[in-house]
Each structure stands twice: as C-alpha cells, then as structure tokens.
C-alpha cells in the first residue's frame, strides 16, 4: 500500500525567512510524485511532478527536490502569498493515463508579514 | 485559466436520501476523477473515469457510489442511501493524461 507522510503540519515562517517542507513517501515502483497547493475552501492546485530521484523543479519562489524516500518543497523568501496547505502526493504502477494518487495530510504554511 | 466548475458548492442531506454531484470538465479533456476529503483527513481516491467507463476505483467506492457522464459534458458522481460517514468536500479533477490534474472546487455534502 502506497504512503506519503508530511512534515511539520504546520508552519509558521516570518515573511522573507526560507524554509523547507517534508515528503516520504512508501511506494512501489514511482510513477510519479506530485506537489499541489490547496488554498482554503479550494481544490488542490497543481505545483509540480517529479519523476525520479536527483530531480528538482522551481517555480518562483519553490523548489522541489526528490531522492528515492522523501521530496522537498523549498521556500525561499517566502511572502504572505505563500501561505496555503502544501500536499504531496505519489502515484504508483497503474495504467496509461491513470492519477490514482495517495496524497499525504499537508502542511499548512503561514507566512506572516 | 480553464476551470473545472462543480455544483452544487454545498449540499444537505439527510441520511438514507440519494445525492448527485455535478462536474463540468474542461472542454478538452478525457480522464475524469472524482476524490473526496473528510475534514482533517487526507484527499483520497475514488474513482477515474475515461472512455466512458470506469478505469479504476478505490475500497471506498462501493455499490452506493456510481459515476457517469450523461450528456456528453457534465461528470456526475451519485451517492445512493447516503451515511453519515459520507460527509466529505467531493472534488471533480479532469485531465488530458499528461501530469497536470485540473480539480474543482469541490462540494461540501454534509449527511444529517
């Protein structure tokens, strides 16, 4: 059975302090792990797929890492735009064009001007 | 930005009543999802949907759920004889079958 536990639940950063956010994952063979943004009273909001370890992706002011356990959403700068429920997700051997993901619980960042 | 737009935004029901959800995908996409999220919980898993049948479902999705897609546009998800444990925020998601999943805002059905 596919797992993905995230780490702190929470996160309070001060605006302009950088930070990261944690990923592991259990899984067998990745096809995918994926990093969303959900805003309150919203559905998740694509960030990020990652495909295989030593890949990073950035977007603004984010960057994910992956390695063969655990995925890393780092912030830097962070401003109060930021502050959202991160997921992480993982989608494991199915078929073509298959999103069965496993998402994790999140991590609720506030960033505080 | 094309969006995946849901209704209704909320729903009320009473226990044993049957719901219909409502998704209007995105106009070019195929692959049709539907997960829920109970409060606190994790976003899970129900069902996807391509080709007008059903690719895969999870455990949770049972005889009580079924999905079609009646009219050529709108994705329907349908709880027959709701329980309480079936409280939740139901979100759509729809994709082409490249990496980016589109999901709505979801519908929040609270079962009385």
């Known amino acids: ?113 | 930005e094309p969006e995946v737009t849901q209704t209704p935004s909320h729903q009320v029901t009473q226990m044993g009543q049957e719901v219909i959800l409502r998704c209007v995908p995105i106009s070019n996409h195929l692959y049709f999802y539907w997960y829920r999220q109970i409060l606190g919980q994790k976003v899970e898993f129900l069902v996807s949907f391509y080709n007008n049948e059903i690719s895969e479902k999870s455990e949770i999705f049972d005889d009580q759920f079924s999905v079609e897609r009646p009219d050529g546009s709108n994705f329907t998800l349908k709880i027959r004889s709701t329980k309480l444990e079936d409280s939740a925020m139901y979100f759509c998601a729809t994709g082409t079958g490249g990496e980016k999943l589109f999901f709505g805002s979801g519908t929040q059905l609270s079962v009385l």
């Open chain 1, 1 to 113: 059975e596919d797992q993905v536990t995230q780490s702190p639940e929470a996160l309070r950063l001060q605006e302009g302090e950088s930070s990261s956010l944690n990923c592991s994952y259990t899984v067998s063979g990745l096809r995918g792990l994926f990093w969303y943004r959900q805003d309150p009273g919203k559905g998740p909001e694509f960030l990020f797929t990652l495909y295989s370890a030593g890949e990073e992706k950035e977007k603004e002011r984010l960057k994910a890492t992956l390695t063969k356990k655990e995925s890393f959403l780092h912030i830097t700068a962070p401003k109060p735009e930021d502050s959202a429920t991160y997921l992480c997700a993982v989608q494991g051997p199915r078929g073509a064009g298959s999103y069965q993901l496993t998402f994790g619980k999140g991590t609720k960042l506030s960033v505080i001007p």
